[in-house]
């Protein structure tokens, strides 16, 4: 079964600065999705980022960009320019390829503060 | 708002009583998911349906669960008998099959058991 761990429950940034949140997953498979969402306090879960494991480039969606290391079958996520509203918990999740589950599979996520 | 929608969006009961929620997925969306939060945890997967079949059921999914879709539409997600340990948010999540299959989340259900 795939698993996704999130080693870091808490983390914390100043204003302006650089954070980047751990995660690391296992799986069998060669093709699968990796996400990483946002859950803001009372809020609902957005998408932040994605990539498809079979891309070696590394995304990116403005501030946010990912460390995709597939060979360590490690995600991380790094957040430049942090701003108050980054301020949220942050899940990683893992998706199988096509013809695979169609769900999701989460980490316990990583409580990101964000400190003015 | 286009986006998925649930309700209620908090619910108390008494454990024993049954409880039905409901899920309204984007429209042109054919893919509905639900998940359970407890506190502290990352979403864990239920269940999902692709228009009105159910294709996919977690273990999680006791035989007090029942879900449905019955149009294709709409998703009702009932839980019979309630125990203290139902107690956490119910997420939805709806998807366009074909798309990059992002699933898009509600604002979610939380249920409290006493």
């Known amino acids: 079964a795939q698993t996704v761990t999130q080693s870091q429950p808490e983390m914390s940034v100043q204003e302006a600065e650089t954070v980047t949140l751990s995660c690391t997953y296992d799986?069998?498979?060669?093709?699968?999705?990796l996400f990483w969402y946002k859950q803001p306090p009372s809020r609902q879960m957005i998408l932040v980022i994605r990539?498809?494991?079979?891309?070696?480039q590394n995304a990116t969606e403005n501030r946010f960009s990912v460390n995709f290391q597939k060979a360590a079958k490690s995600f991380s996520l790094k957040i430049s320019d942090s701003q108050l509203g980054d301020a949220a918990m942050y899940f990683c999740?893992?998706?199988?390829?096509?013809?695979?589950?169609?769900?999701?599979?989460f980490g316990k996520g990583t409580k990101l503060t964000v400190n003015p | 708002d286009t986006g998925v929608s649930q309700n209620p969006r908090h619910k108390i009961t008494k454990r024993g009583q049954n409880v039905t929620f409901r899920c309204d997925p984007i429209?042109?969306?054919?893919?509905l998911y639900w998940y359970r939060q407890t506190l502290g945890q990352g979403p864990e997967f239920l269940t999902y349906?692709?228009?009105?079949?159910?294709?996919?059921k977690s273990r999680l999914l006791s035989d007090r669960f029942s879900a449905e879709r019955p149009k294709g539409s709409f998703s009702t997600l009932e839980i019979q008998r309630t125990e203290q340990g139902d107690s956490a948010m119910y997420l939805c999540?709806?998807?366009?099959?074909?798309?990059?299959?992002?699933?898009?989340f509600g604002p979610g259900t939380r249920l409290t058991v006493l």
């Open positions: 799986t069998s498979e060669s093709d699968y999705y």
């Open positions: 990539q498809e494991a079979y891309k070696q």
């Open positions: 999740a893992y998706r199988p390829g096509q013809g695979g589950s169609e769900k999701l599979v």
């Open positions: 349906f692709q228009n009105e079949a159910q294709l996919e």
């Open positions: 999540a709806s998807s366009f099959q074909g798309g990059n299959n992002e699933q898009f």
């Open positions: 429209s042109e969306h054919n893919r």
